[in-house]
């Protein structure tokens, strides 16, 4: 009956979206057949994939998948072509990666709804719930109650602002955009979302003008790691991809050069993004590796 119930789950949403699955090859073979390798990402998310002012697509989660590249073509041994199509979220991501259009996304948290049509990966970065309120106008009254919270198209965010401001007025807004111009508007009190992403989009549109609530000194309202997704049962290239993250993890804690200054650039101190503590980093890397086999570098 569980596996009935699936099948009818996946082939409403591929209809619903007008998708055709596909089945001709796992995708390591694809990639080994058309020379190829496709990466589904936003081009405009800071710090994780976006256009800097050279107009060259970069960011934290470019470079992880620049790993994963790097990884199959030593594997497949052959030079792949790497290629990237613009998509604006998750929910345009899996269609693409169900047709066969896209071989991996990422910016992703674990939703228990999307495990059931694609894989995850190792998380590569930590993150958590917070608020983006207008500096300086942080409620008297911490519990929010009767507080408009703009909440974006994530279900794991409503569900923490729920649980931690149950008196909350939820309104809901189609974008980090819509949900700031509301703020700005005065239509809310406060907008919900990822740290990273609300500490990336501040920088963007008023870098002196927003404030996180909790601080940053104290806990989120939710945490949770952030790692890619990949097409289900493609088990060789799940691996793939968790040794290239394994190893930018490994390489960070045994203080590599270049592992370390690959994070660092967009999470450290002095990252993109610098809200995250080396503390936790670290710990949240430690608790990955101990769980599976740890990868040897070279002492310098």
């Given at each position: 009956?569980?596996?009935?119930?699936?099948?009818?789950?996946?082939?409403?949403?591929?209809?619903?979206?007008?998708?055709?699955p596909?089945?001709?090859?796992?995708?390591?073979?694809?990639?080994?057949?058309?020379?190829?390798?496709?990466?589904?990402?936003?081009?405009?998310?800071?710090?994780?994939?976006?256009?800097?002012?050279?107009?060259?697509?970069?960011?934290?989660?470019?470079?992880?998948?620049?790993?994963?590249?790097?990884?199959?073509?030593?594997?497949?041994?052959?030079?792949?072509?790497?290629?990237?199509v613009?998509?604006?979220?998750?929910?345009?991501?899996?269609?693409?990666m169900?047709?066969?259009?896209?071989?991996?996304?990422?910016?992703?948290?674990?939703?228990?709804?999307?495990?059931?049509?694609?894989?995850?990966?190792?998380?590569?970065?930590?993150?958590?719930i917070?608020?983006?309120?207008?500096?300086g106008?942080i409620?008297?009254d911490?519990?929010f109650?009767?507080?408009?919270?703009?909440?974006?198209?994530?279900?794991?965010?409503?569900?923490?602002?729920?649980?931690?401001?149950?008196?909350?007025?939820?309104?809901?807004?189609?974008?980090?955009?819509e949900?700031?111009?509301?703020?700005?508007?005065?239509?809310?009190?406060?907008?919900?979302g990822?740290?990273?992403?609300?500490?990336?989009?501040?920088?963007?549109?008023?870098?002196?003008?927003?404030?996180?609530?909790?601080?940053?000194?104290?806990?989120?309202?939710?945490?949770?790691?952030?790692?890619?997704?990949?097409?289900?049962?493609?088990s060789?290239?799940l691996n793939?991809?968790?040794?290239?993250?394994?190893?930018?993890?490994?390489?960070?804690?045994?203080?590599?050069?270049?592992?370390?200054?690959?994070f660092?650039?967009?999470?450290?101190?002095?990252?993109?993004?610098?809200?995250?503590?080396?503390?936790?980093?670290?710990?949240?890397f430690?608790?990955?590796?101990?769980?599976?086999?740890?990868?040897?570098?070279?002492?310098?």
């Amino acid at each position: 009956m569980l596996k009935k119930i699936f099948i009818t789950s996946l082939m409403g949403l591929l209809l619903s979206t007008g998708v055709k699955p596909t089945i001709a090859g796992t995708v390591v073979e694809n990639i080994a057949k058309t020379g190829t390798f496709t990466v589904a990402t936003p081009f405009n998310t800071v710090p994780y994939s976006y256009y800097n002012p050279e107009n060259e697509l970069t960011g934290f989660s470019i470079d992880v998948v620049k790993l994963i590249h790097q990884q199959l073509e030593k594997e497949l041994g052959r030079k792949i072509e790497l290629n990237f199509v613009e998509v604006n979220s998750l929910q345009e991501a899996i269609p693409k990666m169900l047709s066969g259009e896209a071989d991996i996304a990422c910016n992703a948290v674990f939703t228990w709804e999307r495990d059931k049509y694609v894989d995850y990966t190792l998380r590569y970065t930590i993150s958590g719930i917070r608020l983006l309120i207008p500096k300086g106008k942080i409620p008297s009254d911490s519990s929010f109650a009767n507080k408009k919270i703009g909440i974006p198209p994530q279900t794991f965010v409503r569900d923490a602002i729920k649980l931690n401001y149950p008196n909350a007025v939820l309104v809901d807004v189609k974008s980090l955009e819509e949900g700031t111009n509301s703020l700005n508007q005065g239509k809310i009190d406060a907008l919900a979302g990822d740290s990273i992403l609300l500490d990336g989009f501040r920088q963007q549109v008023n870098p002196d003008g927003f404030e996180q609530f909790p601080p940053f000194a104290e806990p989120s309202l939710a945490n949770y790691g952030v790692g890619c997704i990949v097409p289900e049962n493609n088990s060789a290239f799940l691996n793939i991809a968790n040794y290239s993250i394994a190893r930018m993890m490994e390489g960070y804690l045994v203080k590599d050069a270049e592992m370390t200054q690959l994070f660092q650039k967009w999470m450290g101190e002095n990252g993109v993004v610098n809200i995250v503590s080396n503390e936790r980093v670290e710990l949240f890397f430690k608790s990955t590796i101990i769980n599976h086999e740890q990868i040897p570098f070279p002492k310098k």
